[in-house]
């Protein structure tokens, strides 16, 4: 089991900058994959990207080039460095700890991208 807290979220404008944290409640370094995941109003929820314990990494298209995910195993904490973000960015960003056989989810950080 695992607990996940997301910061980092905020208001920003169009083609500004934020950094959101995931930090885990223990050792993530056998966690299969950490991943950031996020749902804007009236839509479903999406991955954005993904770490595995190997370091491999995956985006979804919309983000490549703009986000990039990292992980500090030392500090049970995974990151996610947004770049040039944009109004479709807009959403509730969650958190998430795949086990394999469970998945556990933070409660979510606002990230609202408006002029």
């Known amino acids: 089991q695992v607990q996940l807290v997301e910061s980092g979220g905020g208001l920003v404008q169009p083609g500004g900058s934020l950094r959101l944290s995931c930090a885990a409640s223990?050792?993530?370094?056998?966690?299969?994959?950490m991943g950031w995941y996020r749902q804007a109003p009236g839509k479903q929820r999406e991955m954005v990207a993904y770490?595995?314990?190997?370091?491999?990494?995956n985006y979804d298209d919309s983000v490549k080039g703009r986000f990039t995910i990292s992980r500090d195993n030392a500090k049970n904490t995974v990151y996610l460095q947004m770049n040039s973000l944009k109004p479709e960015d807009t959403a509730v960003y969650y958190c998430?700890?795949?086990?394999?056989?469970?998945?556990?989810w933070g409660q979510g950080t606002q990230v609202t991208v408006s002029s």
């Open positions: 998430n700890a795949d086990m394999v056989s469970m998945n556990y």
């Open positions: 223990r050792s993530i370094f056998s966690i299969y994959a």
């Open positions: 770490v595995t314990s190997g370091g491999a990494t």
